[in-house]
């Protein structure tokens, strides 16, 4: 069964940074999509970012673009998230999940999640 670990969730000062990192076992990352999602208190989950198996092409929400990064480091079977000028209303619980297809933008699309890691925005 494959598992995903996200780590490197905190609390940050709003226009502060964090780099989440989803570390992959049981199974090599590079031949997955990986998509980010989060979700927000009283709120459904939400796709925020994915990145491509097959030609490693990147996806954003609006509500993230320019501010987010993901990137993929297959050597230590890794996908990472940096996010930067982080807001109040990025905080929530913030998982990785896995597909062997392309990028998809629902949940309903992967199959296989992490536990998630905690994110909060807060003066």
């Known amino acids: 069964q494959l598992q995903l670990v996200e780590s490197g969730g905190g609390l940050v000062q709003p226009g502060g940074s964090l780099r989440l990192s989803c570390v992959a076992s049981?199974?090599?990352?590079?031949?997955?999509?990986i998509g980010w999602f989060r979700q927000a208190p009283g709120k459904e989950r939400e796709g925020v970012s994915c990145i491509s198996s097959s030609d490693g092409s990147t996806q954003y929400s609006d509500s993230v673009k320019g501010r987010f990064t993901i990137s993929r480091d297959n050597a230590k079977n890794t996908v990472y998230l940096q996010m930067n000028g982080l807001k109040a209303e990025d905080t929530g619980i913030y998982y990785c999940?896995?597909?062997?297809?392309?990028?998809?933008?629902?949940?309903?699309?992967?199959?296989?999640w992490g536990q998630g890691t905690q994110v909060t925005v807060s003066s």
């Open positions: 049981r199974f090599t990352l590079s031949f997955y999509s």
């Open positions: 999940a896995a597909r062997p297809l392309s990028c998809g933008q629902r949940v309903v699309d992967f199959g296989s």
